[in-house]
């Protein structure tokens, strides 16, 4: 059983969202531990499943680039059954099951509208989908994730 995260947890959660390319020994100075512990409170969070990697974000799609938000509704109200076929596309870049009138929310980037429609119409064709909603972004203001 995974234990609860406390505030130095949390700390160390919300400086790697701002930069998780910084160092051990910096994280540990802006936290207040030693470098010793701030890697093992690191190795335990990844031991734990709480951080799952360390990756890039961008502000805005790269140029030449579109994104859009598919809004899935779902013949089940059940999302874990497309979660397999979606991570096969890569334009998907984030699926969230959400509450509400609507059962997932698909955010894709690609490099055409072209190739865009292309996953949304792969996408509309899926058994389990019974409607998708398109919302094109057209300016990210900023990303905090």
Do not use: W
């Not at 109200?77 to 059962?103: N, Q």
Request: neutral net charge.
């Amino acid at each position: 059983m995974a234990r609860k995260l406390d505030q130095t947890d949390q700390q160390i959660l919300t400086l790697l969202a701002e930069n998780a390319r910084q160092s051990v020994k910096e994280l540990a100075r802006r936290i207040g531990l030693s470098r010793s512990a701030a890697q093992e409170r690191l190795a335990r969070l990844e031991r734990d499943g709480v951080l799952a990697g360390y990756t890039i974000r961008r502000n805005d799609p790269a140029e030449g680039r579109v994104a859009a938000y598919f809004i899935i509704k779902t013949r089940q109200a059940v999302c874990d059954d497309l979660a397999p076929y979606l991570r096969k596309i890569p334009e998907v870049v984030v699926f969230d099951s959400v509450a509400g009138e609507t059962d997932g929310l698909v955010e894709v980037v690609a490099d055409s509208m072209t190739r865009l429609q292309e996953v949304r119409s792969a996408i509309a064709a899926l058994d389990d989908v019974e409607a998708i909603e398109t919302s094109v972004i057209l300016k990210r203001h900023f990303n905090r994730r």
